[in-house]
């Protein structure tokens, strides 16, 4: 298939499907067919398809040939040590350490994680608390970081004093993950 990426046109008439787990390339004009029984279809031919399923994962934009797949949140971007988006809201409610590094991981849409120690302080100084008349969009609170101290003992901050200190990993506190 030959793609002009400038204009995100396929020039082929055929399409892959995902059709009961396994990719196919079908014609065009079989593609509704599919689409009625429930089958994922890779317009843009960059390798995701347009539902969920089995074959890769959801293309958020069909219509653009992006073999990244970049359909993740906008969310804010900060600075440190190169570009890092900070997801555009708290993962709900509060998590011990272990949770917070698997809510971050699990999130839709993009290699999230949550954040280490200086990259929590960069999103403290750039974005700051709501209410501590930050201009961000932090609550006040405290967070978690990715960075042990040891098997028992994680970074923490608080996002209404900007301190850093130790915490507990069995402890419940708020997390926000951050992607590159």
Known sequence: ???????TI?????RDVCHNGNII?????AIAAHQGHGDAVDMDGDGFFDIDNPCSDIDCDDTTYDPENSCCEEGSEITFEGPLFVAPADEPGTY??????EA???KEGCDWYMPSKGELNAMYEQLGPINN?????MPSGVYWSSSEI???LTWVQSF???TQAHGGKVGSVRCRCVRR
Do not use: H, M, P
């Open 160 to 162: 209404y004093w900007g």
């Open 104 to 106: 971050c991981a699990n």
């Open 1 to 7: 298939e030959v793609f002009d990426n400038s204009s």
């Open 25 to 29: 390339n079908i014609n065009v004009n």
């Open 150 to 152: 040891n098997s028992d």
């Open 96 to 101: 011990t350490w272990q949770a917070a590094l």
């Open 133 to 137: 008349g930050g201009s961000g969009d």
């Open 10 to 14: 396929n020039r082929s008439n055929k």
